[in-house]
């Protein structure tokens, strides 16, 4: 753990393995298994490729990296696209699976792999993408690793138009442009509508800062660190459980579950916002104990406000609308 999507040249990622997308002769391909190839050193590869000789669809087989920054080059051998007729889906989800073992085997932590079979092949991205993403999150559920999804043209990668269009429209109802926002006081706002509050004995009044007071003391003794702790207890969650469904490196939790007075940042405390399923109520209050707040300017915030206010927690699918978005993604090594 954990997941992410980048726009990246795969052959540049530094990671321990990345994948080639194979054939099942394993010879060099156009588009990506090309640029593997031409990276890695075309003879050395070749040649690893010749020796191994064949790999069915839906598995996969490992060499050395060679020339490249990854140490192995996992190749990877998807289904050709027939309109689904012939067990695509489930053969595409073995070659992400077994990729994904095969590096286990090796002692991987960390493995990056373009959209298989999606170019020549002719899998169609949106339906490759979610067998990707089942395949990746499925295996993280039992095992630590860093994945990469590297997508190297970010405008041909498309999310489900139903949830654009419903996302566009919460953006456009919430969405607040600085320049163009008055800010009109409570008094003049008071006189505008002819609406004024009713005066409140000396009593109340003392009574009630007393309240704020006293709750503002409370919020100030209890520390970042110690409300998501307090929740995570009250969920019922483990720490492996939370770390996982918040994309985050179980080290860094570690680093947080020790260090009572630990300054996260704002993608962090939205991670966890989405691993604990809070309410947006709950989650601004998470967001105040970190010193920040969700803001109505921020394109970024407004995207995982929808998710949040729509009960839809699984953090893989938010980060590929915010990857759509061109925005930054949530996790953290």
């Given at each position: 753990?954990?997941?992410?999507?980048?726009?990246?040249?795969?052959?540049?990622?530094?990671?321990?393995?990345?994948?080639?997308?194979?054939?099942?002769?394993?010879?060099?391909?156009?588009?990506?298994?090309?640029?593997?190839?031409?990276?890695?050193?075309?003879?050395?590869?070749?040649?690893?490729?010749?020796?191994?000789?064949?790999?069915?669809?839906?598995?996969?087989?490992?060499?050395?990296?060679?020339?490249?920054?990854?140490?192995?080059?996992?190749?990877?051998?998807?289904?050709?696209?027939?309109?689904?007729?012939?067990?695509?889906?489930?053969?595409?989800?073995?070659?992400?699976?077994?990729?994904?073992?095969?590096?286990?085997?090796?002692?991987?932590?960390?493995?990056?792999?373009?959209?298989?079979?999606?170019?020549?092949?002719?899998?169609?991205?949106?339906?490759?993408?979610?067998?990707?993403?089942?395949?990746?999150?499925?295996?993280?559920?039992?095992?630590?690793?860093?994945?990469?999804?590297?997508?190297?043209?970010?405008?041909?990668?498309?999310?489900?138009?139903?949830?654009?269009?419903?996302?566009?429209?919460?953006?456009?109802?919430?969405?607040?442009?600085?320049?163009?926002?008055?800010?009109?006081?409570?008094?003049?706002?008071?006189?505008?509508?002819?609406?004024?509050?009713?005066?409140?004995?000396?009593?109340?009044?003392k009574n009630c800062r007393e309240s704020d007071i006293s709750r503002?003391?409370?919020?100030?003794?209890?520390?970042?660190?110690?409300?998501?702790?307090?929740?995570?207890?009250?969920?019922?969650?483990?720490?492996?459980?939370?770390?996982?469904?918040?994309?985050?490196?179980r080290k860094l939790f570690s680093k947080i579950r020790k260090n009572?007075?630990?300054?996260?940042?704002?993608?962090?405390?939205?991670?966890?916002?989405?691993?604990?399923?809070?309410?947006?109520?709950?989650?601004?209050?998470?967001?105040?104990?970190?010193?920040?707040?969700?803001?109505?300017?921020?394109?970024?915030?407004?995207?995982?406000?929808?998710?949040?206010?729509?009960?839809?927690?699984?953090?893989?699918?938010?980060?590929?609308?915010?990857?759509?978005?061109?925005?930054?993604?949530?996790?953290?090594?």
């Open positions: 753990m954990p997941f992410f999507i980048i726009r990246q040249d795969i052959t540049k990622v530094k990671a321990d393995a990345i994948v080639n997308t194979a054939n099942t002769n394993l010879i060099q391909g156009s588009g990506t298994s090309r640029a593997i190839y031409l990276a890695a050193g075309e003879e050395e590869l070749t040649k690893a490729c010749e020796e191994v000789g064949f790999c069915e669809r839906g598995k996969a087989v490992i060499t050395d990296g060679f020339h490249l920054p990854a140490k192995y080059i996992i190749h990877a051998v998807g289904p050709v696209w027939k309109k689904g007729k012939w067990q695509e889906k489930e053969i595409l989800y073995s070659a992400y699976t077994e990729s994904l073992n095969l590096a286990k085997q090796y002692g991987l932590r960390s493995i990056a792999f373009p959209l298989l079979s999606t170019g020549f092949c002719g899998y169609p991205k949106n339906e490759a993408l979610m067998v990707a993403r089942n395949a990746i999150e499925d295996f993280l559920k039992e095992n630590e690793m860093t994945v990469y999804l590297v997508i190297y043209d970010r405008e041909s990668f498309e999310i489900s138009k139903s949830i654009f269009a419903s996302i566009e429209e919460y953006i456009d109802q919430n969405y607040v442009d600085l320049k163009d926002e008055t800010f009109v006081s409570e008094k003049t706002l008071s006189l505008q509508t002819g609406h004024t509050e009713s005066p409140a004995s000396e009593k109340d009044k503002l003391i409370h919020r100030e003794e209890e520390s970042f660190t110690e409300m998501l702790l307090r929740i995570i207890d009250q969920k019922g969650m483990t720490d492996a459980e939370t770390y996982k469904k918040a994309n985050i490196d009572e007075h630990y300054s996260p940042s704002k993608k962090t405390v939205f991670c966890f916002a989405i691993a604990l399923e809070l309410t947006l109520k709950e989650t601004k209050e998470l967001m105040e104990k970190a010193g920040f707040a969700l803001s109505d300017c921020s394109k970024f915030d407004l995207v995982v406000s929808y998710f949040i206010e729509n009960g839809n927690y699984n953090i893989f699918e938010i980060n590929e609308t915010l990857f759509a978005y061109g925005l930054p993604v949530l996790g953290h090594l």
